[in-house]
C-alpha cells in the first residue's frame, strides 16, 4: 500500500526556514505502531497522520509523532495539516477566513485559514489556556549549571523563572540577552542532581526579551535533558506555557496583547510565531498563527 505526504517548511515564508512537518493528509488503515516507525523513518521534528472528517465539514482527527513517541499536542502541525489540506482541497474554504476544527489527543482545537486566490496565506489556531502555575523552582545557581551559564547571566528586568504546566511542564527561564540564549547548553547532569526533576519539567524554555530579528519581541529556545545541543526544537507547543507565564507578570496588564516570538536563526531554520492573547479574568485565550511554504512531496509504500 502506498501513503503520500507532503512536507512543510512551518512558520516562515523562505523555503529551507522554519520547521519542517511532515504531513500524511489520508492516513486510514495505519495504526499506531506503523506511524511511530514511519514517524522515525522521516526522522522530522513531527509527523502528522490526518483522520477523514469526523464531526462535520473541515473537523479532522490529528495525530501526532516525533521520531521518539506520539505526542499529544501540537502547534506546528497544525499549521502544517491547515496549509497541506487547504493547498489539496481536503480543506472546503467557505470564505476568505475558513473555519475549521482540527481534534488532537488532548481535545478540540479551531483553526482558521486565510486564503488569496484559493491558496492558503495565513493559519491560526485558537485556544483557551488552563494553566498550573509555580514559582517553586531551582535555584539561580542551579539553573544557571543546568544551562552551563554563570548565575550573573541570568534573569531579565521585571521577568522570573516559573514552572508552568498547560498539559506538559515547562521551566520558564527569562535571561537578558539573544547571545545568551544561543550560548547556553543543558548539563545532564547538573539537571540530575538539581531540584528541577522533582519539578516533573520535561523541558526548558529559555526565553529572552531581545532577539536577533528587528520585527520579534522575544526570542525562545528549548532545552532538555533528550534534546542535542546542536537541536533547535519547534516551539509552537510551549506556547500556551508562554502566554500563561507572561501574565503571571503585573506589567501584563488585563486586556488583548500582540507579539511576535522567533526561534532559531537563519543558520538554523529560524521560525517566526505570531502570538494575539486575551488575558482577563474570565480566563485566557491564545491565538497562534503564522505561514508555512510546500517544499516536498513523497509516498511511503508498505508491504501488503
Same mark, same amino acid.
Not at 1 to 27: H, L, R, W
Not at 68 to 81: D, K, N, R, V, W
Not at 102 to 129: H, I, R, Y
Given at each position: ?12 515564508? @523562505? ?30 521534528? %513531527? ?21 521518539? @513517541? @506520539?505526542? +499529544?499536542?501540537?502547534?506546528? #502541525?497544525?499549521?502544517?495539516? /491547515?496549509? $497541506? ?14 473555519? /475549521? $476544527? ?13 486564503? +488569496? %486566490? ?23 545557581? %542551579? ?6 551559564? +554563570? ?9 522570573? #523563572? ?40 520535561? @523541558?526548558?524554555?529559555?526565553?529572552? #526579551? ?5 520585527? /520579534? ?13 546542536? +537541536? ?8 500556551? /506555557? ?43 485565550? $491564545? ?9 516536498? %512531496? ?7
Amino acid at each position: 500500500m502506498q501513503y503520500n505526504y507532503s512536507i512543510a517548511d512551518v512558520f516562515t515564508d @523562505e523555503i529551507f526556514q522554519g520547521a519542517q512537518i511532515a504531513v500524511f493528509p489520508k492516513a486510514e488503515g495505519l495504526n499506531r505502531d506503523t506511524m511511530q516507525r514511519i514517524a522515525k523513518e522521516l526522522n522530522l521534528s %513531527e509527523t502528522v497522520f490526518v483522520f477523514g472528517e469526523d464531526g462535520g465539514d473541515n473537523h479532522f482527527r490529528l495525530r501526532t509523532f516525533s521520531p521518539q @513517541e @506520539e505526542l +499529544e499536542f501540537g502547534g506546528h #502541525p497544525m499549521i502544517a495539516t /491547515a496549509w $497541506v489540506l487547504t493547498s489539496n482541497g481536503s480543506l472546503k474554504q467557505t470564505g476568505k477566513h475558513t473555519p /475549521a $476544527v482540527f481534534e488532537q489527543n488532548t481535545g478540540p482545537v479551531d483553526v482558521f485559514v486565510t486564503t +488569496e %486566490e484559493g491558496q492558503p496565506k495565513l493559519v491560526q489556531f485558537t485556544m483557551a489556556v488552563d494553566a498550573t502555575v509555580d514559582r517553586f523552582v531551582p535555584t539561580d545557581r %542551579e539553573l544557571a549549571s543546568i544551562l552551563s551559564l +554563570e548565575p550573573s547571566e541570568l534573569g531579565s528586568k521585571d521577568l522570573y #523563572p516559573m514552572l508552568v504546566s498547560c498539559g506538559r511542564n515547562y521551566l520558564i527561564v527569562p535571561v537578558p540577552s539573544y547571545q545568551t540564549v544561543r550560548k547556553a547548553r543543558f548539563n545532564f547532569n547538573a539537571w540530575s542532581s538539581s531540584s528541577a526533576p522533582a519539578t516533573l519539567a520535561r @523541558e526548558i524554555l529559555l526565553v529572552t #526579551p531581545t532577539t536577533g530579528a528587528d520585527k /520579534a519581541d522575544f526570542h525562545a529556545r528549548i532545552l532538555g535533558p533528550d534534546i542535542a545541543h546542536t +537541536e533547535d526544537p519547534p516551539i509552537g507547543t510551549a506556547m500556551p /506555557a508562554f502566554t500563561a507565564w507572561l501574565c503571571q507578570h503585573e506589567q501584563i496588564k488585563p486586556g488583548t496583547h500582540t507579539f511576535t516570538i522567533d526561534r532559531g536563526m537563519r543558520s538554523t531554520r529560524r521560525s517566526e510565531l505570531n502570538i494575539e492573547m486575551d488575558n482577563k479574568p474570565g480566563g485566557m485565550v $491564545v491565538r497562534v498563527g503564522g505561514p508555512a511554504v510546500l517544499v516536498a %512531496e513523497g509516498r511511503i509504500m508498505l508491504p501488503d
